[in-house]
């Protein structure tokens, strides 16, 4: 089996939990080791076959002994047992859009769908035939919404299956490194789409830098994870890895290396751009370097060599490369034709604003959503990670400020005295742990002057109506809180927007958490009129998150960019739910810089009294 058809396996046992009322700290481990399992650079059965399944994130001894038994006999009894009396047609419409376990039982066993081959075209049907709208819990709007639903799971079916960009990049790293241990390989760096850190990529694309070719190109073919040679040729090769992906691999000499590495980035359109402008210049531009059309002072080339035999000028770097078109240097982020050119040429010529000066991540100076192991009884998951855990990862990122955003408590089964005494159990025992670490790493880990603060904060449901799942008395007992949407994405515009700037109006809260909703490859974002949000941002001193977990990448670059444009700020975390996801963070500074953001736009570079004035005011 695949790793994704593994991974779809477990989220079916998951589900399976789900409906028949299993404890939800199961349904969790299934759903986190389902989530590790679909984005392993390596093969599930790899582990098995060296004995480090355990290996794995989120995999238990349990899980391990089921794995284990799937390998060697193709079923696992235990799994057989959860599915009993549960229909396949169940498991087929999980995969559309906003149906949830329960209400795909409820169909299913209501409209008598079995098979599971064809029941999305007979639940169609069924909402056709108005069945649907009849049933106990739905309604005309809400068959709708699921018709509409199953259209986007028809349109995805046909969809170019895209990774994530931390998972792409996970992946290139990997093949990278295998490459730089050639000696005949002086440098080697990612392409495209992957270059320029777009959310979603499809194949890997890389270049090497060689004086021999031909010895680094049959090196790349017999890279251990190669399923399948798909090409090769002197200049470069195709393989297909066995985890099912396409990686290309093109190699170029030193000195021309930087314009091969232009002209693969791209993006098209930026490259049809550049073109463009350079022919104007009586220039023309390839992957192997800048050919004049007409005689021009060789001067402005500031290159290390001219090749006699193309008629070019060469370029080993590309800011060599931009700057001989009388360029300032484009980050990769920025190529994209929205207007980097016209601004590298205006800071070129001292004419006006130019480039941003995108921030880094060696800006970033702490974060505020980090999800902890303290068990608030939430209404989504817990973290893994205990607050020591989550403080010394901050410690070693160098970071001098820690918000903790748990999700909220549950507020459908308990009462609002039993919340509040877990709220002010929660700010308690935070103190009590974080007066104790810092005691004992300031003569341990911690260099002198250097301390990591804390912010106890949460993350609050923004329910349907705009109010905050929250009693008003439990504000008490947090510093800030991060507001989300976590249901009903179908809501109109106007709803949604006036939900959203509700949810945002309490004094306490402060950010807008994955404003968009969107899952990549999942779900689609809501709709909601940003224009309005981002004004409402500006004149209350609201900040929107750019949450860097690898499904979210939201602010999506494009809105991020126009609430630069109008002077939102912003707030970069990792939504983390386990110590080591502290370190996805350089993801939400990549979203930020294709959105031509700074470092004046991000709260959190700011040193932490200055951040925690703002968080406070």
Known sequence: MTNSEIAQLLRNVAAAFIIKGADRFRIIAYQKAADAIEHLTSEVKDFWDEGKLQDIPGVGPALAQHLDELFRTGKVRHFASIFKGLSPAIFTLLLVPGLG?????????????????TAVDELEKAIRAGKVARMEGWGEKSQTELLSAIETYRRGQIKENRMVLPYADELAREVIAYLKRLPEVTRVDVLGSLRRKVATIGDIDLAAATTKPEKVVAAFVKYPKVRKIIDQGPKGATVLLSIGR??????????????????FTGSKHHNIGLREYSLKQGLSLSEHGIKPLKKVQSSKFKVQSFNKELGLYEFETEEAFYAALGLKYIEPELREDTGEIEAALRQAQGKGSGLPRLVESKDIKGEVHAHSSFDLKPSHDLGSSSLEELLQAAADLNYSYLGISDHNPAVTNQSESEIIRLMKTRREKFEQIYSSWSQRVKTTSLPAGRQVHLFTMLEVDIDPKGKLALPESAFAYVDAVIVSVHSSFNQPKDMMTKRILSGLAHPKAKILGHPTGRLLGSRESYEADWQAIFQFCVEKHKALEINAWPERLDLPDMLVRQAVKQGVKLVIDTDSHAKVQMQLMTYGVDVARRGWAEKKDILNTMEYNDFKRWLKT
Do not use: F, H, N
């Open 101 to 117: 376990p329960k209400r795909a039982y409820q169909l299913t066993k209501t409209l008598k769908i079995t098979q599971a081959k």
């Open 246 to 263: 396409q990686v290309d691999l093109r190699v170029q000499t030193p000195q021309a290396y930087g314009a091969m590495l232009q002209y």
